[in-house]
């Protein structure tokens, strides 16, 4: 089983930045792929990024392209998700996932709530 944290969530001005980190702990050496995934009051989870701890390919949802970046530190076991340009419908609690394979997510973390005033 992997652990992992969030943090860097907070309250922000439509417009300004935040950055989200993740760290796993655990089993770490069985996950191929760390994702973000995003859940705002009464809808469903969506998917934000991924990025494969190896190589290091990237994969974005479209209402985040060109505004959000997601990066590791393999040696931190840590994912960032650097978020420019952030819009009121950004708000929303952000967890991050970690699996065998994209789009097999089976550890997620806890979340982490982010809010965009206009």
């Known amino acids: 089983q992997v652990q992992l944290v969030e943090s860097g969530g907070g309250l922000v001005q439509a417009g300004g930045s935040l950055r989200l980190s993740c760290t796993a702990s655990?089993?770490?050496?069985?996950?191929?792929?760390m994702g973000w995934f995003r859940q705002a009051p009464g809808k469903e989870r969506e998917f934000v990024a991924s990025i494969r701890w190896n190589g290091g390919s990237t994969y974005y949802a479209d209402s985040v392209k060109g505004r959000f970046t997601i990066s590791r530190d393999n040696a931190k076991n840590t994912v960032y998700l650097q978020m420019n340009s952030l819009k009121p419908e950004d708000t929303a609690v952000y967890y991050c996932?970690?699996?065998?394979?994209?789009?097999?997510?089976?550890?997620w973390g806890q979340g982490t709530q982010v809010t965009v005033s206009s």
């Open positions: 996932a970690t699996g065998p394979r994209s789009g097999s997510y089976t550890d």
């Open positions: 655990g089993r770490t050496f069985s996950n191929v792929v």
